[in-house]
């Protein structure tokens, strides 16, 4: 890999690490979600005009995908709820490789080379190591960080699909933003009754920050893959189970272990050789 895409990755992990921390430090968490989403459709739909419509074998794809990411929104906020950033993070990162190289084994018939069975260990150990002794995440948490690493990798995997049969990377995920982001709106509806959004509260720009950081990271992710391998880019941008650990630390007031970070790196290098085994 190329000194730009390495760095283009690195970005993505920190902005994506960054936006999880706006949400982990938002009162209400559906309701930040939500806005997050909600600014992206508004980013989105100006785009939509200049870019080519997806053709009609996408939208099930693009759909599907929307809903698997709706889902995952809302297991986040749950896992949240009852974990630190630099619990949950990991966990839910650290699974997504697990779960894709193990249902590509399952399901594809993909064979598993000893560094991925490797790497799957590392994660897994990684995974205990947050989840036993003094400070470790509750039960619940792990189990909704686990479930919405799940999602992420059902709609990773709708995703890979779709946007080949889509043929334009930028349209297809314009479309994801605006389905998704509207799809997020109606489930806090459906939940609440009402959004209610006051342009001058703090909190209304903090959510629409994390929307524009999410934005960003996706983008660059985006770049990323137009110059170099897949496999590796997703590795190393696993690192931002660090830089969320780190975050946690410096600006929301968790507890930075010893053994804490050492799991966080434990998961990251789990990541890196089932990455570079894809």
């Known amino acids: 890999m190329t000194t730009t895409v390495i760095a283009l990755a690195l970005f993505a992990a920190i902005l994506h690490a960054t936006w999880n921390a706006f949400l982990r430090s938002g009162a209400d968490r559906l309701w930040t979600i939500t806005v997050m989403s909600l600014s992206m459709v508004i980013v989105a739909v100006p785009f939509a005009f200049v870019l080519p419509l997806p053709?009609?074998?996408?939208?099930?794809?693009?759909?599907?995908?929307?809903?698997?990411?709706?889902?995952?929104?809302?297991?986040?906020?749950?896992?949240?709820?009852?974990?630190?950033?630099?619990?949950?993070?990991?966990?839910?990162r650290g699974s997504v490789p697990i779960l894709v190289t193990l249902g590509g084994y399952l399901f594809l018939s993909e064979q598993l080379p000893p560094?991925?069975?490797?790497?799957?260990?590392?994660?897994?150990?990684?995974i205990m190591a947050l989840s036993l002794g003094k400070g470790r995440a509750?039960?619940?948490?792990?189990?909704?960080a686990v479930l919405t690493g799940l999602f992420i990798a059902a709609y990773a995997t709708v995703d890979a699909r779709g946007v080949r049969i889509a043929g334009h990377a930028g349209s297809y995920a314009v479309w994801i933003y605006i389905l998704y982001g509207s799809l997020m709106v109606l489930t806090?509806?459906?939940?609440?009754?009402?959004?209610q959004i006051d342009p001058r509260a703090p909190d209304t720009w903090k959510a629409i920050g994390g929307g524009m950081?999410?934005?960003?990271a996706y983008g660059a992710v985006l770049a990323a893959f137009a110059l170099g391998p897949a496999g590796p880019i997703t590795a190393?941008?696993?690192?931002?189970?660090?830089?969320?650990a780190l975050i946690g630390?410096?600006?929301?007031?968790?507890?930075?272990?010893?053994?804490?970070?050492?799991?966080?790196?434990?998961?990251?290098?789990?990541?890196?050789?089932?990455?570079?085994?894809?």
Do not use: K, N
């Not at 968790?254 to 050789?273: D, N, P």
């Open 55 to 92: 053709p009609a074998a996408a939208w099930p794809w693009l759909i599907g995908s929307s809903l698997l990411q709706v889902g995952y929104c809302c297991f986040l906020v749950r896992a949240y709820r009852y974990g630190d950033l630099g619990q949950v993070y990991p966990v839910v």
């Open 115 to 126: 560094v991925a069975l490797f790497g799957i260990g590392l994660i897994a150990g990684g």
């Open 138 to 144: 509750s039960l619940t948490s792990l189990a909704y």
């Open 188 to 195: 806090f509806l459906a939940m609440r009754g009402s959004l």
């Open 213 to 216: 950081v999410s934005l960003l």
């Open 236 to 244: 190393l941008r696993e690192t931002s189970v660090i830089f969320a």
């Open 249 to 278: 630390w410096a600006f929301l007031g968790e507890h930075l272990t010893q053994r804490r970070l050492f799991a966080c790196v434990v998961v990251v290098a789990g990541a890196i050789c089932v990455g570079y085994a894809r």
